[in-house]
């Protein structure tokens, strides 16, 4: 099942492939009734969406409609796609902020990419990696190729972070 919402109004558009092309700017919601983080994220993206009224936002239940999620190239939920006619110009996975939100619907409605941003998580996961790598590199006698891979990947990672910041 896909809605649609724009400036508040709420329609039903059946899921086939002729909804697929639409001619304006659109972000498709795609989440499953299940997914915890998709019910947390889903008052923000409407919020945010409220907020851009030149925006389509639809709706997509992949676990109704699989053709759909295949269309879309849905491998994980939540995710965000920002189309303008039939061309992608974005995408976000995963449990986003409001920041996030606010610069994809932004982005999406100009017609450009949004600008990528590493998650907390992501970041943290990256400064772990360089960090253990940098280990097994001590470790390892020292591997110098470990030591400037894991340094690296931690720079990138703290990176991430202060870019978050701003």
Do not use: N
């Not at 999620?69 to 995710?79: D, G, H, Q, Y």
């Amino acid at each position: 099942m896909i809605e649609g919402t724009s400036g508040g109004s709420v329609e039903d558009i059946a899921p086939s492939p002729a909804t697929s092309a639409s001619p304006g700017a659109r972000v498709v919601l795609a989440e499953t009734p299940w997914c915890v983080e998709c019910k947390r994220m889903a008052p923000l993206v409407e919020t945010v969406a409220a907020a851009h009224p030149g925006l389509l936002l639809q709706r997509v239940d992949v676990s109704t409609d699989p053709t759909r999620a295949r269309e879309l190239r849905v491998m994980a939920t939540p995710t965000l796609i920002g189309l303008v006619g039939d061309s992608e110009v974005g995408r976000l996975t995963g449990r986003r902020g409001r920041e996030d939100l606010e610069d994809f619907f932004a982005a999406t409605e100009s017609g450009i990419h949004p600008p990528s941003r590493a998650s907390r998580t992501e970041a943290a996961l990256q400064i772990a990696a360089g960090a253990l790598l940098v280990v097994l590199g001590v470790l390892a006698g020292p591997s110098w190729p470990l030591l400037g891979l894991g340094t690296v990947l931690s720079g990138y990672g703290l990176l991430g972070l202060l870019l978050r910041g701003r």
